[in-house]
């Protein structure tokens, strides 16, 4: 009796990334990371399991609820990252003596959270962070966002602007009309919902209006219950965060300093409302945004946190980070006007080859593995045919299809008539040119080959 096969399947809001995803991801990463090492940024690397203290310490309500948390084998309670800003703030504390400060450190690895899975959003997913700790604002917030519009520009991305705001801002207000300083984090909460949910059920939460059945737990309707604000407070704040003008005072510093070191005005947005959802941010804040991909919400956002660092040792150190989720960019991208393609032309299907070297026949096995190994030590990414039963050519062809589909743009033949020339030649197929075309496939010496091949790769990048 045949065994049962287990069907192949994913858990639900994680996701497998193709070899094309990868290099394109990989491409990206390679532009942020040149950009930040040109600011003087270092890499790090932190652990993806936590304690759950360390977790649990800073984030608030909602994300808490969104943490991977289990026991170890010895029934240590821990829990995967639900950032990168948290094991930063740890790694900190614990090395605190030798390190110099400003601290400027950039990292990307994955996340996890147990979110609503929908487009663009995942429980599994890349992110990329900048943070520099140990300086006042605002000059880390310019200098990051200038890095971060510098990568999009080294990437070819033009369609993103930041949404910009500051929490000292808002507390400033809600002082201004009366609310209690313990309810703002609370209030902040409700706000970072308005671009989802609206004005109205907005309004109806900080007000206390809304119904237990509205709240995932009678903890959290209790707990609004406790911090809600009257009726006309309530108005004249979502009155006062329509205008935009006082924030612009507000900000002025930073913005007159972010235009100077070249930014483009029109990517700098003042919005009174915007709160982000964590609670350890007391700053700046900001969002990136991408034109015509507003419905998935921000691909990355961070702020200025004062406090955080301060939870795990003695030392007061104030931060300010930048973090882009990169598989929210990537579904961004494929809804802005700006065609992913055209932003990522270079990048092939699935090989990393430039060139697959075919086998004609078996016996000419060894000649088609010496032919790559004069193109690699070139430094030219070249495949071999790796399937055996070749026999005079009669597989060639589905060497050649697959080449193409796997992305490989040329493909060197070394027959038997050729290799018995005196000096030696193969036939070159330039897989990209349309069949009839000119130089689609040509005879080349053999020790002309590399030359023309990298001449090949010149004309078409």
């Known amino acids: 009796m045949d065994k049962v096969k287990i069907k192949p399947r994913l858990i639900r809001g994680f996701k497998d990334h193709s070899p094309y995803e990868v290099k394109v991801l990989h491409h990206i990463i390679n532009a942020f990371e040149k950009t930040f090492l040109l600011y003087g940024f270092t890499p790090l690397e932190t652990s993806v399991i936590e304690h759950q203290d360390i977790l649990l310490s800073e ?62 959003r995942l429980r599994e997913f890349f992110q990329l962070d900048a943070d520099v700790l140990g300086a006042p604002p605002y ?158 919400g921000s691909i990355g956002g961070g702020g200025r946190y004062d406090n955080l660092v301060g939870k795990y040792c003695d030392r007061v150190i104030s931060g300010f980070g930048l973090s882009v989720g990169l598989d929210r960019l990537l579904g961004g991208l494929e809804l802005c006007p700006q065609e992913i393609t055209s932003i990522f032309p270079q990048i092939s299907k699935q090989s990393s080859a430039v060139v697959l070297v075919t086998v004609f026949d078996d016996s000419l096995r060894s000649e088609s593995s010496r032919i790559a190994r004069m193109l690699r030590e070139a430094g030219i990414s070249t495949e071999t045919w790796l399937i055996p039963h070749c026999e005079k050519g009669k597989t060639l062809s589905g060497q050649l299809k697959f080449a193409d589909k796997a992305g490989i743009p040329i493909a060197v033949i070394p027959g038997e008539e050729e290799l018995r020339k005196n000096p030696q030649t193969v036939q070159v197929k330039d897989l990209r040119t349309e069949f009839g075309e000119s130089h689609k496939q040509f005879e080349v010496p053999l020790d002309r080959l590399v030359e023309t091949i990298q001449s090949l790769l010149d004309r078409k990048s």
């Open 139 to 296: 000059e880390p917030e310019v200098e990051i966002v200038t890095a971060v519009s510098q990568a999009f520009h080294r990437l070819g991305i033009d369609c993103y602007y930041f949404k910009i705001n500051d929490r000292k801002y808002l507390s400033s207000l809600l002082n201004e009309l009366g609310v209690e300083e313990k309810k703002h984090k609370d209030i902040f909460r409700v706000l970072d919902k308005l671009s989802v949910q609206g004005e109205s059920k907005v309004f109806k939460e900080i007000t206390g209006q809304l119904l237990l059945q509205d709240f995932d737990s009678s903890l959290e309707f209790e707990r609004m219950q406790e911090v809600k604000i009257d009726v006309e407070t309530g108005k004249s704040l979502l009155n006062k965060i329509r205008n935009p003008e006082p924030l612009k005072t507000h900000l002025k510093e930073f913005f007159q300093r972010v235009l100077e070191e070249g930014v483009d005005e029109r990517k700098i947005l003042f919005s009174p409302s915007l709160t982000r959802g964590l609670d350890y941010y007391t700053g700046f804040i900001c969002e990136i945004m991408l034109e015509g991909a507003e419905k998935i």
């Open 59 to 120: 984030l608030g309500v909602d994300p808490n609820k969104q943490i991977y948390r289990f026991y170890d084998l010895e029934r240590t309670p821990v829990g995967l990252r639900f950032d990168l800003t948290l094991s930063l703030a740890r790694f900190v504390a614990m090395n605190i003596n030798e390190l110099s400060f400003p601290f400027k450190r950039f990292q990307v690895g994955k996340v996890w959270r147990f979110d609503k899975p929908k487009r663009g």
